[in-house]
């Protein structure tokens, strides 16, 4: 049976291959055979237990019946085979129940997990980043009362901040917090779009909630984080009374039907009480501790699901006999063929895998560079790997996810009428993968961030940096026989985007501020394209050497011959196919959005708001 979730023998490559373990004793137990094994148990769990949760979760979803939120019952198995096998805090430090594994390896876990039913991994991830909020930030009670639990899964966790007039505005939202003698507080308000908000998988679920002290300054200023557990926790560690969350509503979804987007009313039917979490008025600050993990898992998710679109696609399009070989002509006594050999299938696969794989190496690359900040002991290096993976969070989260979008819809297109129906999965994968351009702020958002915050963070010393690192991959590939041509156009890539960079930035800062923020998520595409373009460099001056190993030289006919019954020619060969699509193909229409951002047209701002039509 075809596996369908990710390419092991990639996401092998991209481990030991091309990106490559932090060298540091903190990680000296997770050699070659360990991380295998681990890869190993990650695929088996969300073969057998999480991907039978796929349709169940889209076709039974979540019911909110007499004031009760139940999931699928399929997915309480996968739950507690999930926890039992300590994956949750897989990444986090023994002392807090994790098992100290790298984020490296544990992006390798999740892309299996995830891929298996995003859905149903938005549980974990956000169970997760709560845990992370109260190990930062909790004081020690409320570490002692929640963390343990939450990180083991038996306690759920969420993020609200949404409400129904505030929006991405999160300076905007209207709930209160009032302080009571016992130091705790009196919570009033509305969430909507709550992920995870309410479900019976746990027995508790805790939630970190954004709310505004009376009399605290308006906007962000005055936003403060508080602790606000759906059942009260007793000293003993026992549950105590409901703690008046009411769940009020369940989003009717394009996709995700698996996971219940809430809506919750805080203090309407009774006093609800949540401890401050962290500082008063600093609660956006905390936040965004969570919402830079989210943001990350977010990218984790477009990927996931775009490399199962990808796998899916690619075993139909093996199977699948349709129409006869071009190259037979007019041959009556031609037979039909599989549809991977038709041109335009295999352009659409080309592009399925090169976004996939570009996915799959910037992903794990960004979760080396979070190894490096946990456990390096050189500050220099820790302070400049923090910046990088700043620079890189919008191209993660923002450019990963529009392109994962495009890559389900191109296993739609392969699959043909069938993939628009509900009987195959791309159909459901891309109505899943719908919602992450827009989770945790839209790729709008993080585009602006990009060239509002990224570019002159460090008085732009971060993005240099980030430029270097690919400079350093374009130096190291020169020496590399046979890639020469790619080396010469990703050089010129880079060149363009750093100078492209220094116009926006500039433009940014100055009367011209609507016409840098008209063109920001132009610029988010090309530094995304030209990012991709160096993972394929990257990948393909690996490839290289060991092809040329496995078959004695580039030539083409010395490939073919060797590929069709060497897997490991074969693979390799791919690589610098897939290198050549995407930097001959693909990049160069990254140049004339270059000059159309460069050109600035100000149609953006000039457009009447009258002129988009009439009612």
Not at 7 to 36: A, C, P, W, Y
Not at 145 to 152: D, E, I, P, S, W
Not at 158 to 185: F, P
Request: contains cysteine; negative net charge.
């Amino acid at each position: 049976m075809a596996q369908l979730i990710a390419d092991r023998r990639d996401v092998d490559f991209v481990l030991h291959e091309q990106i490559g373990m932090v060298d540091h004793e903190s990680f000296d137990e997770f050699n070659k055979k360990t991380i295998d094994l681990i890869v190993s148990e990650a695929r088996n769990l969300a073969i057998k237990e999480i991907l039978p949760t796929f349709k169940d979760g889209d076709e039974i979803g979540c019911k909110l019946e007499n004031g009760k939120v139940t999931v699928p019952e399929s997915f309480k198995r996968a739950w507690n085979l999930y926890c039992e096998g300590e994956w949750l805090a897989m990444c986090d430090d023994p002392e807090v129940g994790g098992q100290g594994m790298p984020k490296l390896v544990g992006c390798a876990a999740l892309e299996y997990m995830v891929g298996a039913n995003s859905a149903f991994m938005l549980y974990y991830g956000m169970t997760h980043g709560a845990a992370k909020l109260v190990e930062a930030f909790g004081t020690e009670d409320q570490k002692k009362r929640y963390m343990k639990k939450m990180f083991a899964g038996v306690w759920g966790g969420t993020m609200l901040l949404t409400e129904s007039e505030a929006g991405s505005d999160v300076g905007a939202l209207t709930t209160t917090a009032t302080k009571k003698a016992d130091g705790t507080y009196s919570i009033q308000g509305s969430k909507i779009f709550i992920s995870a908000g309410d479900h019976d998988l746990c027995e508790n679920i805790i939630h970190p909630v954004l709310a505004r002290i009376d009399g605290a300054p308006a906007g962000t200023r005055g936003i403060s984080l508080f602790l606000v557990p759906k059942y009260h926790v007793n000293d003993d560690g026992n549950l105590g009374d409901f703690n008046n969350i009411v769940c009020t509503g369940l989003e009717h979804k394009m996709g995700i039907h698996g996971n219940a987007t809430a809506s919750l009313s805080l203090g309407e039917k009774g006093e609800c009480i949540g401890t401050l979490l962290g500082e008063e008025n600093k609660g956006m600050a905390a936040m965004f501790r969570m919402m830079n993990e989210a943001r990350a898992f977010v990218g984790i998710q477009g990927f996931a699901v775009a490399s199962a679109a990808y796998m899916y696609a690619l075993d139909y399009s093996r199977n699948r006999v349709q129409g006869k070989y071009l190259l037979a002509g007019k041959d009556p006594a031609a037979k039909n063929v599989t549809i991977i050999r038709h041109p335009d299938v295999k352009r659409q696969l080309l592009n399925m895998k090169v976004y996939t794989e570009g996915m799959r190496s910037l992903i794990y690359y960004y979760g080396k560079c979070s190894d490096i900040v946990r456990i390096t002991d050189d500050e220099r290096l820790r302070a400049d790997t923090s910046a990088l993976i700043e620079v890189l969070t919008p191209v993660v989260k923002g450019y990963v996810t529009d392109k994962a979008l495009e890559v389900c819809s191109h296993g739609v297109q392969v699959y043909g009428g069938y993939g628009y129906i509900s009987e195959y999965p791309v159909e459901q994968l891309m109505r899943d993968s719908r919602i992450f351009m827009i989770y945790e702020g839209t790729n709008g958002i993080q585009a602006m961030d990009l060239i509002g915050r990224k570019l002159g963070m460090n008085k732009g010393k971060s993005f240099k940096y980030f430029i270097d690192q690919m400079r350093k991959t374009i130096e190291e590939a020169k020496v590399i026989e046979g890639i020469e041509a790619l080396v010469e156009k990703v050089d010129h890539a880079v060149s363009r985007l750093e100078a492209l960079a220094q116009k926006i930035g500039q433009r940014a800062r100055s009367e011209k501020v609507l016409n840098a923020y008209a063109f920001a998520h132009p610029f988010l595409e090309v530094t995304g394209d030209v990012t991709f373009a160096w993972m394929h460099l990257w990948r393909a001056s690996v490839a290289a050497p060991r092809l040329v190993e496995k078959v004695g030289s580039l030539e083409k006919k010395a490939v073919a011959a060797k590929a069709e019954k060497n897997k490991d020619a074969a693979f390799y060969a791919g690589q610098i196919e897939s290198a050549r699509f995407f930097i001959h193909t693909l990049l160069p229409a990254a140049y004339g959005k270059m000059d159309a951002i460069l050109e600035g047209d100000s149609c953006v701002e000039d457009i009447l708001d009258v002129s988009f039509g009439s009612k």
